[in-house]
């Protein structure tokens, strides 16, 4: 498992927009490529995923998706949020400190 502050996971749970009908998944994507289409009820392997691509990619982005029962991603929703930003989340650490 990858170690993160405990401050960053908790802010990037935070971050992840809730995903009411239609939207089934959390789509993460870090400098433009797909990291992991996550279920909506795996909120620590969202976290996860992030904490493995924050230090390599210098931003991630989750957008809501609809996954059919196939399991093949159906509709992504447009407006994409900043989950991770390596520039803000060092300073963040740095200022308050990893708890």
């Known amino acids: 498992m990858t170690q993160v502050a405990p401050r960053l996971r908790k802010w990037w749970e935070q971050r992840l ?6 939207w089934t998944h959390w789509r993460l994507e870090g400098d433009g490529t797909l990291i992991a289409l996550v279920a ?5 392997e969202a976290v996860q995923r ?4 924050a230090q390599r990619l210098s931003n991630i982005y989750a957008s ?9 991603c159906v509709e992504i929703e447009k407006h994409r949020v900043q989950i ?9 650490v740095e200022k308050f400190g990893p708890e």
């Not at 909506?40 to 620590?44: E, F, T, V, W």
């Open 17 to 22: 927009p809730g995903l009411p009908t239609p």
């Open 40 to 44: 909506g009820d795996n909120l620590g």
């Open 50 to 53: 992030v904490a493995e691509n």
């Open 64 to 72: 809501r998706a609809r996954v059919d029962s196939a399991g093949q």
């Open 84 to 92: 991770a930003n390596a520039f803000d989340d060092r300073r963040m």
